[in-house]
């Protein structure tokens, strides 16, 4: 495939004439990573926009100073691109980008792209706009995955008889920010009799088939392009899953940008359902003792 249909298929450029996607290819470099290179490191000085072709790159922040745990902010795949903050105002890269796939990508640096600009005013702004179009949109994700996280923190503070009570209070929480019609159903697992049990159900569509079956060890990850499979563990041991369907497809954008925030979800009722039981056997504990000292 030559350069300019692989120019084609990408968003960005799907208004510009052959002739234009010519000369524009002058001013790139192609790169390729293998599967878990790191492309650029956090707060490493950089002026380049990278423009997936193919592959898949995940771009995380660390948690920790020594860089060995990440959370990943989004997963990006062919047609996006990458670092247009360092290329336009020159700042540090807030965060790291790997490639999680073997990834073919396009390079354009700050000087080349701006002097593609001035050569030619007309499509240079047309992309540059097009570009800011796809930041503000990713703007607008972030906002509402922050007031999401709000509301659940605000959930974290209260008191909850269970892990189910919990899982039932988030889930209902989170379908607000769900854009589209969504099928939830959520699941606590019980240790005694290893098995999941529901404990939260919502349809708001009639499905077209029978609803999927959880398995025995459910993994967090598309099922297809309208559902998603959460699964929640911490400390070793499962906790809870959850099936959300929507009633239309979702795009490849759509789907990365929402297991970014399932992800988050589950990290969430991780930490916060082992701490419920926690304390709910220190409430058993001390009804015990309360009970043996009365005797």
Not at 118 to 146: C, D, N, W
């Amino acid at each position: 495939m030559s350069d300019i249909e692989k120019l084609k298929g990408i968003p960005l450029f799907k208004n510009l004439p052959e002739s234009m996607l010519a000369e524009f290819s002058g001013y790139f470099k192609q790169v390729s990573h293998a599967a878990d290179d790191v492309i650029f490191k956090e707060k490493t000085a950089g002026d380049a926009l990278y423009i997936i072709v193919s592959g898949e790159v995940v771009i995380e922040k660390a948690m920790d100073e020594e860089g060995k745990e990440f959370k990943t902010l989004a997963i990006l795949s062919g047609g996006d691109f990458f670092g247009e903050m360092a290329m336009i105002e020159s700042q540090p890269r807030f965060a790291q980008a790997r490639a999680s796939k073997d990834a073919a990508l396009y390079e354009v640096n700050r000087q080349q792209f701006f002097s593609f600009i001035k050569e030619h005013p007309e499509t240079g702004i047309s992309i540059f706009s097009a570009i800011m179009r796809t930041v503000s949109r990713r703007l607008q994700h972030t906002s509402s995955e922050l007031t999401m996280l709000f509301d659940l923190s605000r959930l974290l503070l209260q008191p909850h008889k269970s892990p189910a009570e919990f899982l039932s209070a988030v889930m209902n929480e989170m379908r607000i920010y769900l854009e589209g019609s969504w099928n939830a159903r959520g699941y606590v697992y019980n240790l005694f009799n290893e098995e999941y049990e529901e404990a939260y159900s919502r349809e708001t569509f009639p499905r077209a088939a029978a609803a999927p079956v959880l398995p025995a060890r459910p993994e967090s990850g598309w099922l297809d392009d309208n559902t998603y499979q959460l699964a929640c563990s911490a400390e070793g041991r499962r906790l809870c899953a959850a099936v959300f369907e929507r009633s239309e497809k979702l795009s490849a954008v759509e789907k990365n940008n929402l297991a970014t925030i399932f992800n988050t979800i589950s990290s969430i009722l991780g930490s916060a359902m082992v701490n419920i039981e926690h304390q709910a056997e220190a409430a058993m504990m001390e009804k015990l003792r309360k009970s043996k000292n009365t005797i």
